[in-house]
């Protein structure tokens, strides 16, 4: 039985919501507060919110301990409460609406260690598709109940966010059993998750500094945790703009795969995958940071705690503390850190812009606050300021690795190991990501894509 095609908004729609349909755009605003269920919230895919301002905060630098602007853009208010859920449906219209995938037919495989599952399964039973999320049996138990609730079966894999290659080898297998109706939608090589940050998340970057007039109206650097590297994609529209702009990778220090060919188990949920994936831009990276993941654990909680919260009111303004307590999850707070250690490594002043992304929030991740407390036992308030001092105040610029010619290709060397010997990709295409051309051909799909919808809409008579 034919099933109808679900398409959403285009790129620049996404980019720019005030172009969608009017009666378009108010059912969607209206239905993603009454019936986040109905695939109309597809036209809720933005950085914008109902009155098309962007969804952002300059941190107090009481909180930062540093004269830069950090300016963090946050995902609170996307359907799932993941900006994740911009790049499944970017990879799945794109496969949709060039009858590489039909929702009467296939089945759509999504391999995630969290939000990226997360949005699969919104958009892939949004958009009519039988759904499947692959994820490690470790990650959080809201992230799995999330999954369920959006109505996409979930298998659990061994291990915790550093075991990719778990998910991986159960992918294959499920491909292996159905391989003409099983369609694997890997965000570490699909390019619509490299487009849609790019496009959408890399132009509301310069938007945001131009016409919200922070600092001096540019980008000095972008800092992002990096798991299927697809945010930090944005990074590579924002040196288009900003040549001097610094594009700054994240990892664990307990996983340092880019800066230190290392690995390891980790719980900074959402990056650190043990390998560099096929979509991630490298040699237009300036530099890699490591970030400790207890840090960004315990800087969380102080965050989203009653006692932290009451603590920070003693010198930040009671709004702002009850605003970032809504924003951050555990690699936002770890982005923060990172923009924190960058700021003094590179002499950041006043006027001067860090760029970065909180990507998702504390309601998927209460049972891991749970477990700091039989941990360590509950937060008072003198532990709340020594962790202000020590995780906050006490960056430091160690755990820096720039981004010099021989790291920039070294970087892109790793690849070989997952993409090659593993994943079925040649030594030819590998080598073909050296060429800058390689990469302004992916960004200009954004264009062919928005057309077809645009296309189809007019066939449609919609």
């Not at 919110?49 to 905060?57: Q, S, V």
């Not at 979930?154 to 297998?173: F, L, Q, R, W």
């Not at 299927?228 to 040549?243: E, H, L, N, W």
């Not at 430091?396 to 070989?416: A, P, Q």
Request: proline share 4%.
């Amino acid at each position: 039985m034919s099933v109808k095609k679900v398409i959403g908004p285009t790129f620049e729609e996404m980019l720019h919501p005030d172009k969608i349909e009017p009666g378009i755009r108010q059912l969607a605003l209206k239905k993603f507060r009454e019936d986040p269920l109905d695939p109309i919230n597809l036209f809720n895919i933005t950085w914008r919110g109902p009155d098309n301002r962007i969804k952002y905060m300059v941190l107090p630098k009481e909180l930062t301990g540093v004269d830069a602007n950090i300016v963090v853009m946050y995902s609170r208010d996307f359907p799932t409460g993941s900006h994740k859920v911009g790049a499944t449906y970017s990879i799945l219209v794109e496969k949709v609406i060039r009858d590489e995938v039909d929702p009467s037919y296939h089945t759509l495989i999504w391999p995630s260690t969290g939000n990226y599952g997360i949005g699969g399964a919104w958009v892939g039973c949004r958009m009519k598709f039988d759904t499947i999320v692959i994820l490690p049996e470790e990650m959080s138990k809201e992230r799995f109940d999330m999954i369920r609730s959006y109505g996409a079966r979930v298998i659990a894999t061994p291990g915790c966010e550093s075991n990719v290659k778990e998910i991986y080898d159960k992918s294959k297998e499920l491909k292996a059993q159905n391989p003409d109706k099983v369609r694997i939608l890997n965000q570490f090589s699909e390019f619509g998750n490299y487009r849609f940050h790019y496009y959408v998340t890399g132009n509301t970057m310069l938007e945001l500094v131009e016409q919200e007039g922070i600092g001096n109206g540019k980008v000095a650097a972008v800092v992002l945790g990096v798991g299927s590297a697809g945010t930090i994609a944005c990074g590579d529209r924002v040196k288009q703009v900003f040549p001097e702009a610094k594009v700054v990778a994240l990892e664990p220090i307990q996983c340092p795969t880019i800066s230190m060919n290392g690995y390891g188990g980790h719980d900074i949920q959402g990056i650190g995958d043990k390998h560099v994936t096929w979509i991630h831009h490298v040699t237009n990276n300036d530099a890699v940071v490591a970030i400790d993941d207890m840090e960004s654990k315990k800087g969380l909680q102080l965050l989203t705690d009653e006692v932290g919260k009451a603590f920070l009111k003693e010198f930040i303004p009671e709004e702002m503390v009850e605003e970032m307590s809504t924003i951050f999850g555990i690699s936002g707070v770890a982005n923060v850190l990172g923009a924190i250690k960058i700021a003094k490594k590179y002499g950041f002043g006043k006027n001067d812009n860090i760029l970065t992304i909180a990507t998702d929030t504390i309601d998927r991740y209460r049972s891991v606050m749970s477990a700091l407390d039989k941990r360590f036992g509950k937060m008072d308030r003198a532990e709340a300021k020594a962790r202000f001092e020590s995780i906050f105040m006490g960056v430091k610029t160690d755990w820096f690795f720039e981004g010099t010619l021989e790291n920039r290709r070294r970087w892109h060397n790793l690849k070989y190991y997952t993409w090659v010997e593993q994943q079925g990709k040649t030594v030819e295409e590998l080598n073909e990501q050296l060429k800058e051309e390689y990469w302004e051909k992916q960004q200009q799909m954004t264009r062919e894509t928005d057309e077809l919808i645009l296309d189809h809409r007019r066939r449609k008579g919609i």
